[in-house]
Every structure is written in structure tokens, then in C-alpha cells.
């Protein structure tokens, strides 16, 4: 049994674009659905949606076997939960609110065994090793792992340069939402002063060597940002998606101005 290889990682290296779609659903069934769409990666939130270890778990095992990419975010940098999102065999993780070197640094150690790091040893125990079936685990972990940092603060801004000197960060996650708060921009995340931040943001990134992604639901945003050199970018959230196309079908159902014949071949039942 060989250990399953990150796309998601390899993709970056390559340099190849990588479109990603969130979930914040907190179910199973809809990420199975969702990584059969295209997404080369799908975000499976654990800040800010509904979800523990369980649904989490449950949502990387539907999406096993699809050419989707799991990318874990977890609700803080907490060196015990990095291990347990790990040996629940999540490969990349974006941890959120990344604000200093010091901070850098310390979830890279998390990601790792010793003597490199302090990720805790339970194998036999972890689905990551197939437990314990898997063919030189140890050996091979390290590779397959992603560490995707969060800055979405005028803090974390501040200390960028400082951050991108740590090693064993592979990817930066400007999150424009936190950002605009915290730029005095509450709900503006496309405010000009935090596009500039966020291209600013995204030049020291990319002269660092590593990936930068983002969310933008706005296709303008999401493509300037894609020419500005973002390499992994998500498009769309599920409850965004599923609330705004319920209301969608009602409002045209409701229309006065819909002059459409009715259809009088069936009874509509899928």
C-alpha cells in the first residue's frame, strides 16, 4: 500500500493554476457531489462552518478517489489539532490568522514528526499511514504534506516579509474579508485599498517563491487577481451557491413578467 500522493502540492510546483470551490456545508454527501464537478481542490472549512473531526473525516472519505484535492482549514494554529487533522489523513491544511514569523514557524514544526518537528506518533492509530499498512510512512510523509498560511490582517501584513523567510511554507492564503475589517473596511472586500493590499501582498509572495490563492466569488476579481499571479484561487462557496439559486427559481416562479406556456408532458418529478 503506497501512500496517497498530493496533487494539490505538485500542481503548485509545476506551477500550474489550480481552481478550488469551498464547503461549508458540513456534509458528506454534497462535497462528494462538489468533487465530482472539476475542482482541482476543495476547501473543507473548519473555522468557520459547522464542522469537528467527525464531518471532517467524513467529508475527506467522500471525496477519496475523485480527482479533487481535500484542503483542510482548521479553526486555529493549535499544534494537537494539526496532529489529529493529519492523522485523520487530511494532506494540506490552511491554518488562518497568521500574523508573525514566530507563528510561521511553529505550525510548520506541527506538520512534522521529529526530530524535524513535534507532530505526535500514533500511526497504528491514524488513517493518514492506513494504519500502519502503509509502505515506509515515515519515510514519505514529509513530501506529501502542504502547509498553507492565512494572512488576512494589517498585523500579518506588516510581518509578511518576515514570514515568507520561514521555511516549509508552501502556499499563502490572503483571505480579503478579515483583511478589509481589519483595514477599516468591514464587508468591502473589494474596497480599492484592499485590492492594492492584496496585489501588494501577492507581488512579495510570489518574489518568495511560494504559491498565493484567495477566495473571490466575483469572476472580474477572481480573473485580475489570477493575472496579478495568483496561482490558487476558489470560486465559490456551497451555501453561497445553494441559497442564491433557491431564491433565484422562487423569484422567477414569482414573476409577473414570466410569460412562459406551461409545460403539460409530465408532472416535473426527477
Not at 502556499?171 to 475589517?181: H, Q, S, T, Y
Request: glycine content about 10%; some cysteine.
Amino acid at each position: 500500500m503506497k501512500i496517497p500522493q498530493n496533487t494539490f502540492k505538485q500542481a503548485l510546483r509545476n506551477g500550474q493554476q489550480q481552481y478550488g470551490f469551498w464547503l461549508g456545508l458540513a456534509n458528506p454527501l454534497s462535497a462528494e457531489l462538489c468533487a465530482y464537478t472539476g475542482y482541482d481542490w476543495l476547501l473543507i472549512d473548519g473555522e468557520h462552518a459547522p464542522n469537528n473531526l467527525q464531518t471532517i473525516l467524513a467529508q475527506l472519505q467522500a471525496i477519496s478517489g475523485t480527482s479533487s484535492h481535500p484542503v483542510v482549514r482548521v479553526v486555529e494554529g493549535d499544534t494537537a489539532l494539526i496532529k489529529q487533522m493529519l492523522d485523520i489523513g487530511a494532506q494540506t491544511l490552511l491554518v488562518p490568522m497568521v500574523e508573525t514569523a514566530e507563528q510561521a514557524a511553529q505550525l510548520v514544526k506541527a506538520m512534522h514528526y521529529p526530530p524535524n518537528g513535534v507532530r505526535g506518533v500514533g500511526s497504528a492509530l491514524a488513517r493518514a499511514s492506513g494504519w500502519n499498512q502503509i509502505t515506509g510512512y515515515f519515510a514519505a510523509v514529509d513530501e506529501q504534506l502542504c502547509l498553507l498560511i492565512q494572512i488576512e490582517s494589517v498585523t500579518g501584513l506588516n510581518n509578511l516579509d518576515e514570514i515568507l523567510k520561514v521555511d516549509g511554507i508552501d502556499g499563502v492564503f490572503i483571505g480579503p474579508a478579515d483583511l478589509a475589517g481589519s483595514m477599516g473596511y468591514l464587508g468591502q472586500p473589494a474596497h480599492p485599498e484592499v485590492k492594492a493590499a492584496v496585489t501588494t501582498a501577492t507581488q512579495k509572495i510570489i518574489a518568495a517563491g511560494k504559491a498565493v490563492g484567495t477566495l473571490a466569488t466575483n469572476k472580474a476579481i477572481a480573473t485580475a487577481y489570477e493575472q496579478a499571479g495568483m496561482q490558487f484561487i476558489a470560486l465559490g462557496v456551497d451555501t453561497l451557491v445553494l441559497a442564491t439559486t433557491a431564491s433565484s427559481i422562487l423569484k422567477n416562479h414569482l414573476s409577473k413578467d414570466d410569460k412562459q406556456e406551461p409545460n403539460n408532458s409530465g408532472n416535473g418529478a426527477y
